[in-house]
């Protein structure tokens, strides 16, 4: 059974930096992808960016493009999120999700597949 579990969310003031973890368990194969996402109050729930185990390719929303860094340890079975120069539209509960590929790339934002898997998520708060 697959289990992903977040953690790293906290309060931050805009501007500031936060690095989340997932720790992805009882993947069935090495060759997998982890997407974070993320859900503000009142909005639909959005992908964020997303890397591929067997090459560590990455795909990035145009929203966290050049802001925000995916990074995998495969010995680890760890993924982060390094999210620099936070904004208040960044706060929300932020997810992460496994399938076997991340999607594609459409006019530079990524798409997202259907994820299979997912974690409770961490709340990220930034303050004004």
């Known amino acids: 059974e697959v289990q992903l579990v977040e953690s790293g969310g906290g309060l931050v003031q805009a501007g500031g930096s936060l690095r989340l973890s997932c720790a992805a368990t009882?993947?069935?194969?090495?060759?997998?992808?982890v997407a974070w996402f993320r859900q503000a109050p009142g909005k639909d729930r959005e992908a964020v960016a997303c890397?591929?185990?067997?090459?560590?390719?990455?795909y990035y929303k145009r929203s966290g493009k050049g802001r925000f860094t995916i990074s995998a340890d495969n010995a680890k079975r760890m993924v982060y999120l390094q999210m620099n120069t936070l904004k208040p539209d960044d706060t929300g509960v932020y997810y992460c999700?496994?399938?076997?590929?991340?999607?594609?790339?459409?006019?530079?934002?990524?798409?997202?597949?259907?994820?299979?898997?997912w974690g409770r998520g961490t709340q990220v708060t930034v303050s004004s």
């Open positions: 009882g993947m069935a194969s090495d060759d997998y992808a």
């Open positions: 999700a496994s399938d076997r590929r991340c999607g594609v790339m459409y006019n530079g934002d990524y798409s997202p597949t259907d994820f299979g898997s």
């Open positions: 890397i591929t185990t067997d090459d560590h390719g990455t």
